[in-house]
């Protein structure tokens, strides 16, 4: 009588797609043509600014219900209101403190480059348009403005600040249902959040062409001389975003206990997708999963990362900072301390409104430019025409800052999962983490996690009779 050996079946690893299908790569060849086709063809290019207006309005559509879905979910999966303030209030104290280290940092480097000095003519010459200054809003108005008189007037008109509070309320109210009746409203959550990703997906796999048309716009419609004229300026701000990057966040995040320049790695595509298309919110989505995957509880994840596109935008800071002392040397205006320390006030208050969609930053610094009182509004037109340039780095500024922001008060409020982190940060031990972090690159944020579908197979022999 023979006996016979049950081959246990070795699940198979998700094949690696082609270079030229991932979503990052794309990007990145995206990038590189609309900067060719923007200098040969200027004029052509100009009319291609309809592609990225058109790709940014669509991830605009998906963001505030995203943002809304997350957090109210983030809350309700909470389970209790202690556990979702613990969250929250460690979440305001880091953003408050890492935006001000921003600040001082941008306000710094101002005054020491004395960026904008000796440029007054250029800022005379420039024709550029200039970005309608809202404005000036105090602290009651301020308050004022975040409470929305229109449940659906907030998402209509894209108020980012508005839509949170809606959030919050919503989610503590989920926390005074019965129980047995909230795990049915949380799976209804899941279910539309499911939805609005199949839609976020759709959309993503169009970012290489918004890509194209956002940068050979850019460069088609500025040309050269702009760039030279304030090539101080952008060379000094990309510099200073680098430092606060590798300086303050690295420091960050080698006292929370993980190496920035591993975490870079894993967020790489995102990283792209911001480069190309000058937009924090176009990565939100993807975000919202690949950080989860590194081992951050979904309900950390849906509370920090949303709130901090509206109330911790690091790269919107240095840049407000150093717009206003390039202003100040440029037409010759100088700030003394005191000027100084109250702007840096006013920019606390008026960075924590900033869109995060392209343009919405420069909008900010309008209105707080106007608030000054002193500092010359023409000095806008300058800075205006090579914002786009700018909020490259402003936006992946933002967008690093958030997603570390959101690791670190994961570690601090004891939500994060260290071992599953490494397996993703450190992927050539861990080739089973690197096929499913493979799985997003076509854009699919929905992929089953394959650390999940393997965890029960470790271990395990497959014998041969």
Known sequence: MSSTTTQTPTPSAPKRLPWYRRLGMQVLVSLILGIAVGFVFPQFAAKLKLLGDMFLSLIKAGVAPLVFLTIVHGIASAGDVRSAGRVGWRSILYFEVVSTVALILGMVAGNLLEIGKGMASVGAASAAPVAKAAAPQGFLEFMAHIVPDNFVGAFAKGELLQVVVLAVMVGIGILAIPETRRVRINEGLDTISEVLFSFINLVMKLAPIGTFGAVAYSVGSNGTAVLLALAEFVLSFYAVVIIFLLGALGLVARLAGFSLW?????????????????????????????????????????????????????????????????????????????????????????????????????????????????????????????YRFLSMAISTCNTIGNSVATVVVAKWSGTFDAERARRHLYPELYPDAAHADAALDDGNLLEEDADDRRSHTAGIQVKRA
Not at 289 to 303: E, N, Y
Not at 331 to 347: A, T
């Open 262 to 386: 591993r975490f870079l790695r894993y967020i790489k595509d995102e990283i792209l997708i911001v480069l190309g298309t000058a937009s924090s919110e176009s990565a939100l989505p993807r975000l919202l999963i690949k950080l989860q995957r590194l081992g951050c509880a979904k309900q950390t994840v849906g509370l920090v990362l949303p709130t901090g596109y509206a109330f911790n935008l690091d790269g919107t800071s240095i840049f407000m900072a150093m717009g206003v002392m390039f202003i100040s040397h440029a037409y010759g205006v100088p700030l003394s301390l005191e000027h100084q320390f109250g702007i840096l006030l006013l920019m606390l208050l008026t960075s924590k409104g900033a869109a995060t969609v392209s343009g919405g930053s420069f909008v900010v610094f309008a209105a707080t430019v106007s608030s000054t009182g002193i500092l010359p509004v023409e000095g806008l037109a300058v800075i205006f025409g090579v």
